[in-house]
């Protein structure tokens, strides 16, 4: 690109070439995790050897089952948050609270509907006898999360768990005796 003053000087400087080092500079050593540019003789023999051979199907399986693992475990990362939101929205019934709740119900059950959809990718002819596992610890850590979701409603008293709860199916108790009071 011409030296043109319609340019700012950032962009001229970006699209000319480096400038070489001067002496002085050329005994300085880079910094740590300094990459020269492509143009310099280091550089280009640094890229000649250092070219990754690509990976066997092996080793693709191992990423796979540890990439699939990562998101088994996804669930159980979000307990600790979730219980703790749980704990400090309080258990009286306010839009909060119910909305809380309400969103820690939907994605547990979400993620148990989608549980091979969330898999898919990760499943090879190799990697189908690991996989069982691995979604079993999905399926166990979205099970915990609604574990979580039935204490809080609980906690909240909309769990019918009381005998009182249950008085509209209770029959009225026929007296054995009755007692009349005499003057």
Known sequence: MPAN???PSWVQDLHSPPKPKSKIASLIRDPPGFSPSQTGKRSALASKSSQRNPPNPEETDILKIKKSWEVALAPAKQLPMNAIMMYMSGNSLQIFSIMMVFMLFKN???????TNQAFVRYETPRTKGKMWVVKAVYV???????????WKVNGMGLLPT??????????????????VFAF
């Open 5 to 7: 003053s319609s340019y």
């Open 108 to 114: 547990p059950i979400q993620g148990l509907l989608q």
């Open 140 to 150: 166990l850590m979205n099970l915990v999360a609604l574990a979580l979701g039935v």
């Open 162 to 179: 009381t005998r009182s709860d249950w008085l509209a199916w209770e029959t009225q108790r026929e007296p054995l005796e009755r007692a």
